[in-house]
């Protein structure tokens, strides 16, 4: 039984997100994202202007007039979601959590995907697969989407890429476009990872807050790691603590880029404290650009 606060949830993010979708997202996404190619869809009489390129000489023979061939966008795809939902994620240290911004990117996504009549899935994963929604249309399907991430608590305590997306390699036969949305707090991927980006349009949502790159100030405070449970006693007030720990993160920040960079992968970087539009709309322009 979903509760009614769920529901209350989901029915405020469908509609912070609707408008987005209608009147910038829908016509970026379709840009974006292009159909698999062309499908051969009918033959018509031939008119002045077409291309003659595309004249059916068999078609032609048998009419005695020149008959061309009409070809359409095969635009249906899939859109698989592949989620981090560890306990890292559940981290915020403003207005919303690394969470509560993944299932917002993902609602915008899956909304964008419907409207331009593509099919959408999704993963739900920490360092085992926590849940599987096969790909379909329609709002009411997105909606699904979006309880599910809002009530499912992950089983597991860590993080593990490589497992989901070893899943989802297994999973999808056809290529698919695939958001990996995660904080990435993970090691040792990459083989998945390089599959993935091979076989599907791998794209990855790179979830950050603040305050993992900026400690405060504010003296001798535990630190607890939520997914390893470990706890660690840190001075904040020690400008050197925190000169050392702001390297070591911006450190796996540029490691992370780079590989990116290295293996031509799409990433797309979103902060808790900032809004996800303009990085979002730069990252569907770079794409179209490319094309």
């Known amino acids: 039984m979903i ?29 974006a994202f292009k159909g698999r190619g062309m499908e051969f869809s009918e033959v018509r009489e031939y008119t002045f202007g077409d291309d003659v390129r595309q004249i059916d000489w068999n078609v032609t023979a048998r009419n005695g007039e ?24 559940f981290f915020g240290s403003r207005s919303q959590t690394k969470m509560e911004l993944a299932i917002e990117i993902c609602a915008v996504l899956a909304f964008s995907a ?5 099919k959408v899935g999704m993963v739900l994963f ?25 009530t499912t608590e992950p089983a597991g305590t ?10 989802v390699n297994r999973l999808l036969n056809r290529k698919a476009i695939v958001i990996l949305a995660s904080d990435f707090q993970d090691q040792n991927f990459d083989k998945e990872h390089r599959i993935t980006g ?3 349009d791998l794209v990855n949502l790179v979830i950050n807050d603040e305050l993992e790159e900026d400690l405060p100030n504010i003296g001798v405070v535990p ?9 660690t006693i840190v001075d904040t007030s020690s400008k050197k603590v925190r000169t050392a720990y702001k390297a070591k993160v911006l450190e796996h920040k540029k490691n992370l880029k780079e590989y990116f960079i290295r293996n031509k992968m799409d990433s797309v ?15 569907f322009q770079r794409r179209t650009a490319r094309q």
């Open 3 to 31: 509760s009614k606060e769920i529901l209350s949830k989901v029915r405020k993010l469908e509609i912070r997100t609707k408008g987005l979708v209608n009147n910038v997202f829908g016509g970026e996404y379709q840009s």
């Open 66 to 89: 020149p008959f061309i061939k009409v070809f359409e966008e095969e635009r249906e795809q899939t859109l698989m979601l592949c989620v981090d939902i560890s306990p890292s994620g």
């Open 114 to 118: 419907i409207k331009n009549g593509d």
């Open 126 to 150: 920490s360092d085992k697969i926590e849940k599987v929604v096969p790909p379909k249309k329609g709002r009411t399907h997105v909606l699904r989407l979006i309880r599910e991430l809002y």
């Open 158 to 167: 860590k993080t593990s890429i490589a497992e989901a997306l070893s899943y």
């Open 198 to 200: 091979r076989k599907h």
């Open 223 to 231: 630190l607890l790691d939520a997914e390893t449970g470990e706890q």
């Open 269 to 283: 970087d979103v902060y808790t404290n900032r809004s996800y539009i303009r990085p979002l709309i730069n990252f």
